[in-house]
């Protein structure tokens, strides 16, 4: 009966997360003609710009005939996201004359793996250490931690980074930022390679991490605080349960359902924060070529990019439902 | 029938901001193997932190007194001082659940909400029983079946919330002895139930108690309850113990007021066109206690000069009884 009831609420959850993709797709398509102008404008301009040609309203409507922009907006819609589905085939770059997959290329896996080594160094940092500030609360280690908290909070990341940047420098030698060595940079990808990753990865997901992992110790301390006071956990230690079993199996349980439920905000934090530390950290990911992509109007680098954030974020929040329904399983009920 | 609990002098203070309250104040009982003790009060009477304390399950700000003496008889025929194991003890892990069994008043809180009944009546068996998983799935079925719920081999993959408040309470009971405790205390079991479930629940106890031969201090502020499952009762007011003795000569003939007045309180169906009486007055607040007898701010026949300025000290009016009032202590009051 039980896992019915599971089946049931992942499949739920699973149309829910599809029907949300639909409807991003669509607001990323109408942010992607928003700018004045089209693509076969800027072509031409791009195309003709100094070369003293003289572009006529001919031309531009024969570009656009060329492309199939004169279809109406909703049958272009339909070219892109089929093209997308069926091919990943995100369109033209204009502005590097080639395709939107070539210019995004490893990029997407790079912003994955800085995105997965954050949420993973927040919530194995933040998780346990929020715990025992619980558990020794008013201990002058719980204050220090109340401390850092507060100082992880205030400060911005983007000085964060370039602190870390400075000191990693001193003592880790000059080659630290970015993401690869340099012999790595342009080389096929190796074992050599993924582990020149790794080396150069914690600094990005360390600075990214900072000011989560200081909000989550704090989260988690008060739903922690709060589940030790509860009943049940006196009634587990009344019945001998061992104390570091009773913590875990008890009140750690339900004390990270919030932060669990809010992992899809942290990826939304995380990519919003990235470009920034991106530039500061000389890193090429998404972020960064998405800023590039608006300064130049190029609108479908730009869609793809946030097609793929978003869905980024829309999949995690979907991960963090069916997780937040094996942690707690009153949720199941509630759907 | 033999002690297998005695509890002298216990006094329990905290640390607090406003300085350090002492809600139990010299505390004296005993439990026999195979009775009922009752303890009644009001709400901050002291009833529930005595038998935490019993179990070490006071919170870190909590002091034992100097006197204090708790000992308890273990199933081997052990003498353990109680209160002073050390923490994460084996020995302390066994006295919780496996020696003393406690049961709470919310059902639905002391399950945890997100685990099965079985799972959480397994834990306690196989910490307790040293069965395996399989056997003590059986054993769950079984104590299930035997607190009256039905289809047990069912219900053990509920989780509590699927659960009614009477068959969450039954599922209770069953999870609390099936580690197999030689004393139960019971923290007002009852009295999150409607009235018709809190029989069933007390005939239940009651039916198991003397099937096992367990001890049994029962904590209510209900005497109407006390009278039907107790054997001995303490009353209990400002955390010390103002009258003691075999429950139904204290309930037909109390000595304190205090005890006269929480009967008074009591509904009966002869005199349902009476209003009832409540006790005059709130309990005070542990950190102001009064001076004297604690019970004087409420109490209709209190001695001015006396009540209000020394302490009275337990005396015994009749035989098997124990009062803690000065009405009872004509001889004492001179000598004190």
């Not at chain 1, 990270?256 to 809010?262: A, L, Q, R």
């Not at chain 1, 974020?313 to 009920?333: E, G, H, Q, T, Y």
């Not at chain 2, 004297?292 to 009275?312: S, W």
Request: charged share 20%; net charge neutral.
């Amino acid at each position: 009966m039980g896992d019915t009831i599971l089946l049931r609420f992942t499949l739920e959850r699973f149309v829910g997360m599809v029907i949300t993709m639909a409807l991003v797709s669509v607001m990323v398509f109408l942010i992607m003609e928003l700018p004045p102008g089209d693509y076969a404008d800027r072509y031409a301009f791009r195309k003709y710009s100094g070369t003293g040609v003289n572009v006529t309203e001919a031309d531009i409507e024969a570009i656009r005939r060329d492309l199939g922009l004169d279809k109406p907006m909703v049958l272009r819609y339909f070219d892109w996201i089929g093209g997308i589905v069926l091919h990943w085939d995100f369109g033209q770059a204009f502005a590097f004359e080639t395709s939107v997959t070539k210019v995004i290329g490893d990029k997407v896996w790079l912003t994955a793996g800085i995105l997965f080594a954050t949420l993973l160094l927040t919530y194995i940092v933040s998780i346990p250490i929020g715990i025992f500030a619980a558990v020794r609360r008013g201990s002058a280690v719980d204050y220090g931690l109340t401390v850092f908290s507060y100082l992880g909070l205030a400060l911005p990341n983007f000085l964060l980074a370039l602190v870390m940047l400075y000191f990693a420098n001193r003592w880790f030698g000059a080659d630290i930022g970015g993401l690869f060595s340099a012999q790595y940079r342009d080389a096929p990808w190796s074992a050599a390679k993924v582990w020149d990753m790794m080396k150069h990865l914690w600094l990005p997901a360390v600075v990214l991490a900072w000011s989560a992992v200081a909000y989550q110790i704090q989260t988690v301390r008060a739903t922690m605080s709060d589940e030790l006071n509860k009943l049940s956990v006196t009634a587990a230690r009344a019945r001998g349960v061992p104390e570091t079993k009773l913590l875990i199996k008890y009140p750690a349980r339900l004390a990270i359902n919030p932060v669990v439920s809010t992992i899809g905000f942290d990826v939304n934090r995380i990519f919003s924060e990235l470009p920034i530390v991106a530039v500061v950290l000389g890193l090429t990911e998404l972020g960064e070529l998405l800023l590039k992509a608006y300064l130049d109007l190029d609108m479908n680098v730009a869609g793809a990019i946030l097609l793929m954030l978003t869905f980024a974020i829309v999949f995690m929040n979907f991960f963090s439902d069916l997780l937040l329904a094996w942690l707690d399983p009153r949720i199941k009920l509630g759907a | 029938m033999p002690t297998m609990l005695s509890v002298e002098n216990l006094s329990i203070s905290f640390r607090t901001d406003e300085g350090v309250i002492t809600p139990v104040q010299g505390v004296t009982f005993a439990v026999e193997a195979g009775r009922t003790l009752g303890l009644v009060g009001e709400s901050g009477s002291g009833k529930s932190i005595s038998t935490k304390a019993l179990m070490q399950l006071l919170p870190g700000t909590a002091m034992l007194g100097e006197n204090t003496r708790m000992t308890y008889t273990d199933k081997g025929g052990k003498d353990i001082a109680l209160g002073h194991l050390k923490h994460g003890s084996r020995e302390l892990r066994r006295i919780r659940g496996g020696e003393i069994g406690m049961i709470f008043q919310e059902p639905m809180a002391s399950f945890s909400p997100v685990y099965t009944i079985g799972n959480q009546m397994m834990e306690a068996i196989m910490l307790h029983r040293g069965l395996k998983k399989r056997e003590a799935r059986e054993f769950a079925v079984e104590m299930l079946d035997k607190v009256g719920i039905s289809n047990a081999a069912a219900r053990i993959d509920q989780y509590p919330h699927e659960l009614s408040g009477g068959m969450r309470q039954r599922a209770m009971i069953a999870l609390t002895l099936s580690a197999g405790p030689a004393l139960l205390i019971a923290d007002e079991p009852t009295t999150a139930l409607d009235v018709t479930i809190q029989a069933q629940v007390l005939d239940l106890m009651r039916d198991l108690q003397r099937e096992l031969g367990m001890g049994m201090i029962f904590i209510t502020h209900d005497l109407g309850v006390i009278a039907q499952i107790a054997d001995d009762v303490a009353v209990m007011y400002l955390g010390t113990i103002v009258e003691r003795g075999p429950a139904r000569e204290v309930i037909r003939n109390p000595q304190h007021p205090y005890t006269q007045g929480l009967l008074d309180a009591i509904p009966s169906v002869e005199h349902l066109h009476d209003r009832l009486k409540p006790v005059p007055g709130d309990i005070p607040s542990p950190t102001n206690r009064p001076t004297g007898c604690p019970f004087h701010t409420r109490c209709a026949q209190a001695i001015p000069g006396i009540c209000d300025a020394q302490e009275p000290v337990e005396t015994t009016p009749m035989p098997g009884r124990a009062v803690r009032c000065w009405l009872h202590s004509d001889k004492d009051r001179s000598a004190a």
